[in-house]
């Protein structure tokens, strides 16, 4: 049985000598697994479509355990993001947390062409923090968990925000701040962004000028959110503060 996909390479693991099995989220099957026969070889016809951030049309065939790849035409490969190794770390994070938070063959159509422009947008060298929050957004609300961004999440009224509580899912007004003294404080114009960057339209997307101490704020909410409520822990993660700190 031949099956037929547009997808991004997520990742490629050796098999044996000579083989790989990668892992592509494909915009209409969801993550799927197939293995590319011969294709670490020097002159294997698949060897420019199995390294991340590869988008291509796939076929493969097969039923069994695992299907094999049996023809791949190149959409882009996305070359110049594994060219920097500061955007390379932010797009390692990207399809880690995709892999981590995706189940197999589950598709999500909106979630696969967010990724896409998103790598679009990083290969042009746009602010890769935006692009980050964007896409971390994204991931929560297919989650389940989207923070609350317009109102105060204790008592419902629209007063200026204090403090954002990861525990309780939003900002918190003065009157009812201390419920979270751990609350983050935060600025009326970083729950604003975080507000937009929920609505963004990625293939619309501009310039967006954020004052550092607003990216760190938005940062510690949402990555906070992160780690609050996705059950998975990134190792790429860990590698992208390590590059941010040497080059940023």
């Given at each position: 049985m031949l099956n037929k996909y547009e997808g991004i390479v997520l990742k490629a693991r050796d098999y044996g000598e000579s083989?790989?099995?990668?892992?592509?989220y494909t915009k209409n099957q969801g993550k799927v697994s197939f293995m590319a026969r011969?294709?670490?070889?020097?002159?294997?016809r698949f060897g420019a479509v199995t390294e991340?951030?590869?988008?291509?049309?796939?076929?493969?065939?097969?039923?069994?355990?695992?299907?094999?790849?049996s023809q791949a035409d190149l959409i882009s490969s996305?070359?110049?993001l594994r060219s920097d190794l500061l955007l390379t770390a932010y797009g390692a994070y990207w399809l880690e947390l995709i892999d981590k938070t995706t189940e197999e063959k589950e598709a999500d159509p909106f979630l696969y062409d967010l990724l896409t422009s998103l790598l679009e947008h990083l290969e042009q060298k746009k602010d890769p923090d935006i692009l980050t929050f964007i896409l971390e957004l994204s991931v929560l609300k297919t989650a389940?968990?989207?923070?609350?961004?317009?109102?105060?999440?204790?008592?419902?009224?629209g007063r200026h925000p204090v403090r954002f509580s990861i525990r309780q899912g939003g900002w918190l007004c003065e009157r009812c701040q201390d419920q979270d003294q751990n609350g983050i404080l935060v600025s009326v114009a970083s729950i604003r962004i975080l507000r937009i960057l929920?609505?963004?339209?990625?293939?619309?997307?501009?310039?967006?000028?954020?004052?550092?101490?607003?990216?760190?704020?938005l940062e510690k909410m949402i990555r906070g959110f992160v780690?609050?409520?996705?059950?998975?822990?990134?190792?790429?993660?860990q590698l992208l503060e390590q590059f941010k700190k040497i080059w940023t």
């Open positions: 083989h790989q099995i990668l892992t592509v011969g294709s670490k070889k020097t002159k294997s991340p951030f590869t988008r291509a049309h796939f076929v493969s065939f097969g039923n069994g355990n695992i299907a094999t790849l996305h070359h110049l389940g968990y989207t923070p609350v961004t317009d109102r105060c999440v204790s008592c419902g009224s929920q609505q963004v339209d990625p293939h619309r997307l501009g310039k967006i000028d954020v004052k550092p101490e607003t990216k760190e704020q780690e609050e409520y996705l059950p998975v822990r990134l190792k790429s993660l």
